[in-house]
């Protein structure tokens, strides 16, 4: 097998544009639509990583208007292998959100469009499951790749912490933040990840590790994280635990100490991390602006910054409390503790094995039933994603079964710069299973 | 031996107000009333790492480790950006910004 | 009295502290020297200067500082225009040098802190708006931080001698304004004047608050903690808002970086020039004093009295006086050596010029035509000093001045002469 991505002709580029612009109006899977003609590979580029000429808003009012001048380093190394970026994707406001509700014109789900796409990067899901032989570069703080990927029906790659350079990546929380893909198939992942991993002098961040493939044979489900999860979705685990054990998989139950902070633990590093990304926002410089200069500077700062959306207030208020100097050590630092803990009891299993759970603990719901739901109850559906994220481990969400039509995503987790045996896995799983996708264009 | 107490944090009025005006955000009512309330609950959630002992355990400041990267004292690789006063006011080749 | 300072100093790298921009050349126009990160662009990324590491460890080590093994960055934000991403990226625990000190005759003023961080952008002040140039944000700079061990207003004109004639030699410029916040407290409370440009101003705002404070004990009357800022026209203090307290900050770690390994760097030994005049004045029975003033801001001069021998060391120390004396500061060693053998003591100029194998050169002046051609390189060069030419006024001055400079022309005659020959070829 190898990579294969929808390039256009000339005459083709019209129709499949007014396509794509038709499906988005339903969907709302693109920020931005890019309708210049374009001689590439088409992928599309989540809206918080800077293209050179197309806006970048991160879905946020305050960055209304902003068009960057530089192009992030992802973008720019695959530009230079002949990829061309078709447009901006739609996503929770600076990746604030786990359903892609955070957004003016939220996303839909492309099997159902009651349901939620999932999120922060819920663009980059759809128009995966929408375009075909679709690559979307996305971005993962605590889940939002996984999340949106496991909801839509296709595969999530979230690469180990600091592999893909950070340049140009509108900043969420910087030690956690990981720019990933989306696809359906182990060859165009593949492909993508091998163009823009690597070291980059622009991002101290970024590392030059070799990236490799040692692909264990052993499974491990933590049963202290996966015991609080949804009755049914357990089940059908269970069913995928027992086709990968036909494959030779050997699958060990085992517990993890510590896992049950992991979710305040990142909720606590993001905010404050978050909080401090976020105070560039001021209203002059770029993006949202606030006319009046003859308003002192508080004032103007305070105006520009009722842009925010309320999830980034709150994050933002949050934040700046956490790193408050009377209470910094209560939190903060017991949360940075806490990821030490974790990294380290995670490390002694995926030294011999991956590690395997359900991608999300519900079943894709409507967009109805999360939308009055608690910051606390919506914080909690993170409680399989946050680990990986937390501490930064290369995972992948892949879908494993169709439920009354829609699908079920099962996420699987390896050591630090092991990525590529996601991929190995992915290819020897699409050999016995059929990606499902209501429609297709292109 | 003394128990270990466990303090939930709640915050006051006062608190709230201050932290507003620090992080320079500005709130209508609705929001006030949700994100005072939300904020409490939040809190309550993270107060859970009040029972974590980890006294000796090493603070991962980043989830792997990050090797020192420096640059050269040199032009030679300037962060290219294309017309810089595109998306800013600008006067004079001055940036326009608020009254101090 | 007690008093600390927080000294902050531009380092003499090329570029800036975390891209690689020029710091310092070509600054003219503003906002010229710009990239994403230090615009604070959404996107952009830190990188650190190893320059900028280098030298921050040499100026720790000159003030007899323990260098951490492992220094490290952290975000302090605070929301003014000037600061494009709502933090500055400085040090604190992590910082590069703590616990060092300055000599002072037998008396050691404690630094508790030396620190990298990055300037912020230049704002000017208008009537109903603010002019930003971020062409100074992100210029490296040292916070030096002392201990509150100044006991006096003598003490505190000592120290900021000792401790620029310090940084002299670890290559700082020294004509820069120094930016002092300075902490008195003649009682218990403790009253910071922030921002104080330069040592004259540093001195009056001391003299001012040690005459206010004195005042307000005499009276009975209490002191108050608080801010003030130092007004130049009136040479005096004023209470002032505290913008931010130390609460606020929220200093945290700050991601974009890591930890950075101080171990391996190699810091040669500090020259510290007054120990060296004491040295030189014992060793050559000769007045301290007067070897002080030569080399505490004087590389060479250093480095000749160094090379003498006792014999020499009083005609050497006039040789000296003498160079100075006749306005010749472009002469080299060997030079020096030659003179030294010779009897100078009631010679003129040019005589002495002479002596030193040097013709008096008339300085020639720059003839019109000269100019002419000088400005239209200028022009022909710089299309975009072309296009704003005609209709700017500030480039327009910005382009006389830069002719003033190269042809050492002064006076309003010249500058309307200039501006005619600029406007002709606009014109044209």
């Given amino acids: 097998m190898t990579a294969k991505f929808l390039s256009l002709t000339d005459s083709e580029y019209a129709i499949f544009i007014s396509q794509l612009k038709q499906a988005n109006e339903r969907l709302n899977a693109f920020n931005f639509i890019d309708e210049n003609k374009k001689s590439g590979k088409i992928i599309s580029v989540k809206d918080n990583i800077c293209v050179k000429g197309m806006p970048a808003t991160a879905s946020s009012k305050i960055l209304q208007g902003y068009m960057p001048g530089f192009n992030a380093t992802a973008v720019q190394r695959l530009e230079n292998s002949g990829f061309s970026v078709i447009g901006k994707t739609n996503m929770d406001e600076f990746g604030f959100g786990s359903f892609g509700l955070n957004s003016e014109h939220p996303a839909k789900n492309p099997f159902n469009e009651e349901y939620v796409a999932g999120g922060s990067s819920s663009g980059s899901a759809v128009a995966t499951a929408l375009i075909k032989e679709h690559v979307s570069i996305a971005e993962s703080t605590g889940g939002s790749i996984s999340a949106p990927a496991a909801f839509c029906g296709v595969v999530g790659l979230t690469p180990t912490y600091g592999a893909i350079s950070r340049y140009g990546l509108i900043d969420y929380a910087s030690s956690l933040d990981k720019i990933g893909f989306i696809g359906k198939s182990a060859d165009n992942l593949r492909d993508v990840m091998e163009k823009t991993v690597g070291s980059d002098p622009k991002d101290t961040t970024s590392l030059s590790n070799v990236i490799s493939n040692k692909n264990p044979h052993k499974l491990y489900v933590i049963d202290n994280l996966v015991e609080n999860i949804d009755e049914s979705i357990k089940d059908r685990f269970e069913d995928l635990l027992a086709k990968l054990s036909a494959k030779d998989y050997e699958i060990e139950h085992v517990n993890v100490d510590y896992l049950e902070y992991s979710v305040p633990a990142y909720y606590i590093l993001s905010m404050s991390e978050a909080s401090t990304n976020l105070a560039k926002y001021q209203g002059f410089k770029y993006g949202f602006k606030v006319k009046d200069f003859s308003l002192n500077y508080n004032e103007f700062f305070m105006s520009a910054r009722k842009q925010f959306g309320k999830e980034a207030k709150r994050r933002v208020i949050l934040g700046t409390f956490i790193r408050s100097k009377s209470i910094k050590q209560r939190y903060y630092e017991k949360a940075l503790a806490i990821r030490h803990a974790i990294i380290a009891r995670m490390k002694k299993f995926l030294n011999d094995g991956f590690i395997i759970m359900p991608s999300m603990p519900i079943f894709t719901p409507k967009i109805s039933e999360v939308s009055d739901i608690s910051p606390v109850e919506a914080y909690s559906m993170d409680m399989l994603t946050v680990p990986p994220n937390l501490c930064g481990f290369p995972h992948m969400s892949f879908p494993y079964f169709y439920e009354k039509g829609m699908p079920l995503g099962a996420q699987i987790i390896t050591d630090h710069f092991n990525d590529y045996s996601l991929l190995d896995f992915l290819s020897e799983w699409e050999s016995g299973f059929k990606y499902k996708f209501k429609e297709e264009i292109g | 031996m003394l128990g270990i107490i466990v303090l939930y944090l709640k915050m006051e009025k006062g608190e709230f107000e201050r932290l507003l005006k620090t992080a320079r955000i500005e709130l209508d009512e609705e929001e006030y009333s949700s994100i005072e309330k939300d904020i409490n609950e939040i809190l309550r959630f993270f107060d859970k790492l009040e029972n974590v002992s980890l006294e000796n355990e090493e603070l991962a400041f980043h989830p792997v480790e990050i090797p020192e990267k420096l640059r050269d004292d040199s032009t030679e690789n300037k962060n290219e950006i294309e017309n810089i006063f595109y998306n800013g006011e600008n006067y004079r080749f001055y940036f326009l910004g608020p009254k101090i | ?428």
């Fill in chain 3, 1 to 428: 009295m007690k008093i600390g300072l927080e000294v902050h100093v531009a380092l003499p790298t090329k570029t800036k502290l975390f891209c690689s921009d020029l710091a310092y050349e070509n600054q003219e126009e503003p906002n010229s020297n710009v990239c994403p990160v230090c615009l604070g662009l959404p996107g952009a990324k830190p990188v650190l200067n190893q320059n900028a590491l280098d030298i921050s460890a040499r100026i720790a080590k000159a003030l007899n500082c323990e260098i951490n093994e492992k220094t490290w960055f952290v975000r302090k934000v605070y929301f003014y225009p000037d600061l494009p991403k709502g933090y500055q990226i400085t040090q604190l625990d992590g910082a590069i040098g703590i616990k060092g000190y300055v000599d002072l005759n037998g008396k050691k003023i404690g630094i508790r802190r030396v620190q990298i961080e990055e300037d912020p952008a230049r704002i000017i002040r208008e009537k109903d708006y603010s002019l930003i140039d971020f062409n100074r944000s992100g210029v490296p700079l040292n916070e030096i931080v002392t201990e509150p061990d100044i006991t006096s207003l003598e003490e505190l004109k000592n120290f900021i001698e000792e401790l620029r004639s310090i940084l002299y030699y670890q290559g700082v410029n020294i004509n820069q304004e120094l930016k002092t916040d300075l902490n008195i407290s003649l009682a218990e409370k403790r009253v910071e004047v922030k921002n104080v440009t330069g040592v004259k101003n540093l001195i009056s705002a001391a003299e001012y608050e040690i005459k206010r404070q004195s005042v307000l004990i005499k009276e009975g009357k209490k002191i108050n903690a608080e801010t003030r800022s130092y007004k130049e026209d009136s040479n005096e203090t004023v209470s002032s808002r505290e913008k931010e307290t130390e609460e606020e900050y929220g200093f945290t770690f700050e991601p974009d970086l890591t930890f950075y390994d101080t171990t391996k760097l190699t810091i040669p030994k500090a020259v510290i020039a007054s120990n060296i005049a004491k040295e030189l004045a014992d060793k050559n029975e000769y007045n301290e004093k007067t070897i002080r003033e030569l080399i505490l801001f004087n590389r060479r001069n250093l480095s000749l009295l160094t090379s003498i021998s006792k014999e020499e060391f009083k005609k050497g120390v006039s040789l000296i006086e003498k160079f100075a004396s006749f306005g010749i500061e472009d002469y080299s060693e060997q030079e020096f050596r030659k003179m030294l053998d010779k009897d100078v003591s009631s010679i003129e100029k040019e005589g002495f010029l002479q002596l030193l194998g040097r013709t008096n050169k008339s300085e020639k002046k720059a003839d019109k035509t000269e100019i002419e051609a000088g400005i239209k390189e200028m022009l022909s060069s710089d299309k975009t000093l072309f296009d704003r030419g005609i209709k700017d006024e500030k480039a327009m001055n910005f382009m006389i001045g830069e002719v003033k400079e190269k042809y050492h022309i002064t006076g309003k005659e010249a500058a309307d002469f200039i501006k005619k020959v600029i406007k002709g070829m606009l014109n044209n």
